[in-house]
Antibody, heavy 117, light 110 residues
């Protein structure tokens, strides 16, 4: 079955960077794009961008342009999302999700990133 | 950018029908997808392409989309349906195409 397993919780100081991983199994990793979505406590879902694991092409939400980088390692079927210049407002659960045409059909379990001095 | 508007909350008695709306400018021309999210869990896709159900999702979940409103309908509501529900579209109309989520609706089963 399709599984996306994310890395564990992180605590970072303001101004630092965080890199979250998302290991895919149960399907051909390079056949589906990966979306990244975040959710602050008690808030809604916020899309950050997508990455094509085959080509490495990416598309980022305007809000995160210049601060987010999405990459992959196809040899280990793993996608990465790195967010830099962290601030307290970036405290959230970050999800990766397999992207079908227009929607996300399988989600990772989420990674809590806490930004605190 | 494209905006999706959902009611913050909907309440329904067990066994009744819940309808959760998602408003957007000419949303009927887009494909709408719906997710269910229970506390502490990742979202789960319940409806895609307006009205299609993924395998494993009960037939009680259905969707429609026309004009400026898409609707998720849950028939014969059960206590286990209590959750947050989000609508989502792909907005290709702006200079920065991307995924757009509605603000979410908390479904309370009375």
């Amino acid at each position: 079955q399709v599984q996306l397993v994310q890395s564990g919780a992180e605590v970072k100081k303001p101004g630092a960077s965080v890199k979250v991983s998302c290991k895919a199994s149960g399907y051909t990793f390079t056949s589906y794009d990966i979306n990244w979505v975040r959710q602050a406590t008690g808030q809604g879902l916020e899309w950050m961008g997508w990455m094509n694991p085959n080509s490495g092409n990416t598309g980022y939400a305007q809000k995160f342009q210049g601060r987010v980088t999405m990459t992959r390692n196809t040899s280990i079927s793993t996608a990465y999302m790195e967010l830099s210049s962290l601030r307290s407002e970036d405290t959230a659960v970050y999800y990766c999700a397999r992207r079908e045409t227009g929607y996300s059909d399988n989600w990772g379990q989420g990674t809590l990133v806490t930004v605190s001095s | 950018s494209y905006v999706l508007t959902q009611p913050p909350s909907v309440s329904v008695a067990p066994g009744k029908t819940a309808r959760i709306t998602c408003g957007g400018n000419n949303i009927g021309s887009k494909s709408v997808h719906w997710y269910q999210q229970k506390p502490g869990q990742a979202p789960v896709l319940v409806i895609y392409y307006d009205s299609d159900r993924p395998s494993g999702i009960p037939e009680r979940f259905s969707g429609s989309n026309s004009g400026n409103t898409a609707t998720l309908t849950i028939s014969r509501v059960e206590a286990g349906d209590e959750a947050d529900y989000y609508c989502q579209v792909w907005d290709s109309s702006s200079d920065h195409p991307g995924v757009v989520f509605g603000g979410g609706t908390k479904l309370t089963v009375l």
